[in-house]
C-alpha cells in the first residue's frame, strides 16, 4: 500500500518561490475530481467558482453562490482530505469587510478549507488586509477577473500595453503589501507575467500567463477533456474523458437495445432448488 500524501503547509507554499519548487494548483469541482487530484499529486486543490459553468450549467461564474460553494468545498474535502484546499470567494461575497469576513470564516469553519482566494488588487487590498489581520490565509486574483468580466467587455486578455502591465503590476504589490501568501494571474502576457513575478516576494500561480510564474494552475476538467463546451486557448487538453465517455455510453445502449447486457456475468443467481420452490409457489398462487 502507498503512503497518503501529506497535505502542503501555508509555509511551503510561500517559501516555493525561494526553493524553486513549482507548485502545482488544479480547480476540482467535486468529490471525485477531488480524489483524481490527491492521487495524481495536485499541490492545491482549488474549489473555484468557475464550477458555477461546470458543474451546474451556467454560462459565467456569477451565479456561483455561498451556498453552492461551501456545498462543494465539503465535497473536496472529503475527496482530497491530504490535499491543501483553496476556496475560492464568489461574486459579490467579499464587496465589504464585514461580509468578508464572515464569508471567508465560513470556507475555513464549514468547509475545512485551508485558504481563501477573492479576486481583485489595489481596489480590493483592504479587504485582503482585513482577512489576513483576522487570521486567514488569503490569497487573490488579477488579470482577467472573471467577477468583472462585463466592465472588460468580455474575457479578453490583460495586460497588453505598457500602462495596463503597469496596473497589474501595482496590483500585485498591493496584494503582497496586504499580507497575501499568493498571487494568481489569469489571461496575462507570457512577459509581462514573467516580470512582475520576479519581483515579487510571494509566489504567483498562473492560467494563461505563460511559464514565468512560479506555479500552474487548470481547470481539471478542461485539461481532462471533460468540460468541452469550449475550449481556453491556455488549457492543454491531457486526455479525452469525454469522448471516451460517450463512446462507452453509445456502446450501453446499444447492448441494451439488443438484450445483450446484462448477460450471466452481470446478473445474480439462487440456487436451482430455491428457484424450483418458487416456480412452485408461484404456480399455486395462481390457482387460489
Request: net charge negative; proline share 5%.
Amino acid at each position: 500500500m502507498g503512503t497518503e500524501p501529506k497535505k502542503r503547509t501555508i509555509t511551503e507554499i510561500r517559501n516555493s518561490k525561494q526553493t524553486g519548487e513549482k507548485m502545482v494548483y488544479m480547480s476540482v469541482p467535486d468529490y471525485t475530481s477531488a480524489q483524481w487530484a490527491e492521487m495524481g499529486g495536485v499541490d492545491v486543490a482549488v474549489v473555484g467558482d468557475s464550477l458555477a459553468m461546470i458543474a451546474h450549467g451556467h454560462p459565467n461564474t456569477i451565479p456561483a453562490t455561498m451556498e453552492m460553494m461551501i456545498m462543494h468545498s465539503l465535497a473536496v474535502r472529503r475527496g482530497a482530505p491530504n490535499t491543501f484546499v483553496l476556496g475560492c470567494m464568489p461574486y459579490q461575497s467579499y464587496n465589504t469587510v464585514d461580509r468578508a469576513l464572515t464569508n471567508a470564516t465560513r470556507f475555513m469553519q464549514e468547509a475545512g478549507c485551508d485558504a481563501v482566494k477573492p479576486q481583485g488588487g489595489k481596489s480590493q487590498a483592504h479587504i485582503l488586509k482585513a482577512l489576513v489581520d483576522a487570521g486567514i490565509p488569503t490569497a487573490s486574483h488579477i488579470g482577467l477577473t472573471p467577477h468583472t468580466v462585463a466592465m472588460f467587455g468580455g474575457f479578453k486578455i490583460q495586460g497588453r500595453t505598457a500602462e495596463s502591465a503597469m496596473k497589474i503590476l501595482e496590483d500585485a504589490f498591493a496584494i503582497q503589501d496586504a499580507g497575501c501568501f499568493m498571487l494568481e494571474f489569469e489571461a496575462v502576457p507570457a512577459k509581462i507575467a514573467g516580470v512582475i513575478s520576479r519581483q515579487l516576494e510571494i509566489p504567483t500561480i498562473g492560467i494563461g500567463a505563460g511559464a514565468g510564474t512560479d506555479g500552474q494552475i487548470l481547470l481539471c476538467y478542461d485539461l481532462l477533456g471533460v468540460f468541452t463546451d469550449f475550449k481556453p486557448k491556455f488549457t492543454k487538453r491531457y486526455a479525452t474523458l469525454t469522448e471516451v465517455a460517450v463512446g462507452g455510453i453509445k456502446k450501453y445502449v446499444e447492448e441494451v437495445k439488443g438484450s445483450i447486457f446484462p448477460d450471466d456475468e452481470h446478473s445474480y443467481t439462487t440456487p436451482d432448488e430455491e428457484f424450483e420452490m418458487f416456480l412452485t409457489m408461484v404456480e399455486k398462487r395462481k390457482q387460489i
